[in-house]
């Protein structure tokens, strides 16, 4: 909570759930990354919140933007970055989006299997393309799934094929996984990337740079480590796999670069009991899964929630949204503890949602209107 | 799908994904209701299907509106709704939206609580209200949570607060789970209502309404019984539990009204493997979880997807959709069998996607647009 969000929702007077952002969080936690890993560039991962005020402000500080699409390639643009500063790192792509790309001056792009490089290559003569490979995720709060990436051993044939398809096989990129708590994290994938520059360089191909994702945490109801730490660790990494030869790098910070600058203020619009005997309250706020929320799916995201009546005894509470959907629950498996006085009307803070949360919302589930943000 | 359906896709020139609904079948789903418990009133629930076609058809013909939100009754009112014929639904509900609903003629409200009936009482004096209650869902293929309704033991105190802050204590409501198999399943719950009954009968309160709630299934993989089975099924379970003093009856269907009317049509954006040996190909297609198909959350809903390569050999596919989030997988744990012929580009079309899915899609998640939809 910063004071200049404090005292905007002193004075709101609007009704409804919102999040506000405060900028120059989002401005310092650039200058964290870019001091932290100085031979590295940023590529603001833009689905972590799209506003035109948060790229707007990245573009003037000199971040590269990371794109899931061609409407995010065109905001980016929009705020101001050139094309040479915007990669399409979805590895999901429409070859006729990838073709709005290219047009649109764009030259860097994601892929990881050889039917992606195909469409590339038609659609984007001669652009750089980095291959994603699988990582475990060991250590990270969200750990991915197998979506996006190829094991290591087809990366070197994927990017073989981009070669003979006349694209510049430019690199790999990995992702250590969501909310990555261990600043370690990065080294064995590292020594996979070295594995593949390695044998790429056997066949003939140069590659060049490290895409070494996102995953840098934001803080919730723990600490996490400065972002200090990981670019020591990151670099120790580097120079343990790639010797005097270190590639270029790049990073895809989206949590870790807005996460902690937002705050949605919510109301408690009921609580109630069961069973006369119940020994668990049920706290429903203004806002849940459908309205922004959705990173509590499975519970996976706790985030650290303040009341007015913080410092009076707590009990147990199931965590629900205000939707005529049972799945609308937002902690349930583990109670979270709210204050024994907090009392429907109140209001509530949901601290660490300037990240995953606007663009998430439902258009209009049951009615209620997306998100209100406020990008201060 | 119907000839109307596949005539509106052959013409159909827009890039995306779309759902397109058959109003004529919605029209043969209400008439179905109507026939099948003809001394009960349909409460069609907005929320899975708010289109103002959709409404509009179903006030035409008589129905009633069960609503979450003020922005629910409005469309309903909109569409020709008296407020005579509208439930407020949700037993979560702010104050002030109970009062704006009361201004607009609403008379009928739910409630599960103490604190949700001294809401009502001081913003709707006088109005009716049904306490839900909470029913184990056994049978349903997605049992609700504990989020909606209390123990039976405590409705009947709910329901004396109520008659004595001077509201009309209505009745009772519970819900069976959604895609609820079991035509019997209403007997238990009635069972308890009847017991309700009773029990407000000796404190001098005389209840007036069942309100059966939703759980009609729509047809997915599996065939479904016939809404005349539940229909019988559920008198047969009204006369063992009410005599010859069958009170007033209502339901709410919302996916049994509307899902088997909406086919979703889609693109293959990608088919690709996660190494040389894998045995399962992955199939991403340009819509996904967050895109409107937020049902297949933990795999609960399995659509039916038909492929213009149908009776071509078929082999286990992962199902995913076009975002950079992880999370954006469709089926995983027991993969899709799909045909070995699938290309990229492919048009699928994803049967019985006329209930939740407009609403639920995320407002710009990674850049792309909610899910477009057409009624016909």
């Keep these: 909570m910063t004071e200049r969000i404090r005292e905007f929702l002193r004075n709101r007077r609007e009704d409804g759930p919102c999040l506000v952002v405060d900028l120059d969080v989002v401005r310092d936690n650039y200058l964290d990354f870019a001091r932290a890993l100085p031979d590295t560039r940023v590529f603001y991962a833009v689905k972590a919140n799209p506003s035109p005020e948060v790229l707007k402000l990245l573009a003037g500080l000199g971040s590269c933007f990371d794109t899931a699409s061609v409407a995010e390639i065109e905001m980016a643009m929009a705020a101001g970055a050139t094309p040479d500063r915007i990669s399409f790192g979805n590895t999901i792509k429409k070859e006729r989006d990838i073709a709005r790309a290219f047009a649109l ?29 699988l ?23 994927v990017l073989e094929h981009a070669h003979r398809l006349g694209l510049e096989a430019y690199g790999v990129s990995f992702h250590v996984g969501s909310q ?65 030869a270190i590639p270029e790098t790049i990073i895809e910070p989206g949590r870790g670069m807005v996460g902690n600058a937002g705050i ?12 006369a005997s119940d020994e668990v309250r ?36 199931v965590l629900a949204g205000p939707t005529c959907d049972s799945a609308d629950v937002l902690y349930e498996k583990v109670p979270y503890p709210l204050p024994v006085s907090l009392s429907i009307g109140d209001k509530v803070l949901i601290e660490g949602t300037g990240a995953y949360t606007t663009t998430y919302s439902a258009v209009a589930f049951n009615g209620f209107p997306p998100l209100k943000a406020y990008h201060i």
Tied chains: 1, 2.
């Design 180 to 244: 990555q708590g261990n600043t370690e994290a990065w080294d064995q994938a590292l020594g996979s990337a070295a594995g593949i520059f390695r044998e790429c360089a056997e066949r003939g191909i140069n590659l060049s740079m490290v895409n070494l994702g996102g995953g840098f945490p934001t803080r919730y109801l723990r600490d996490v480590p400065t972002v200090e730490a990981y670019g020591s660790s990151i670099f120790q990494a580097l120079c343990r796999h790639f010797g005097n």
């Design 105 to 133: 001056g764009v030259r860097l792009y994601a892929v990881d299997c050889a039917d992606e490089v195909e469409k590339v290559a038609r659609a984007a003569p001669g652009a750089k393309v980095f291959c994603r490979i």
């Design 282 to 317: 049920w706290v429903y706020l203004d806002i849940g899964k459908f309205g922004g929320l959705a990173e509590t799916m499975d519970e996976a995201i706790r985030y650290p929630i303040r009341t007015p009546r913080d410092g009076d005894a707590v009990e147990p509470c």
């Design 135 to 157: 990582c475990d995720g060991a250590g990270a709060e969200w750990p991915l799934s197998r979506k996006f990436g190829c094991e290591p051993s087809l990366a070197v044939d």
């Design 264 to 275: 949605i203020e919510a109301e408690v619009v009921l609580i109630s009991k069961k069973s």
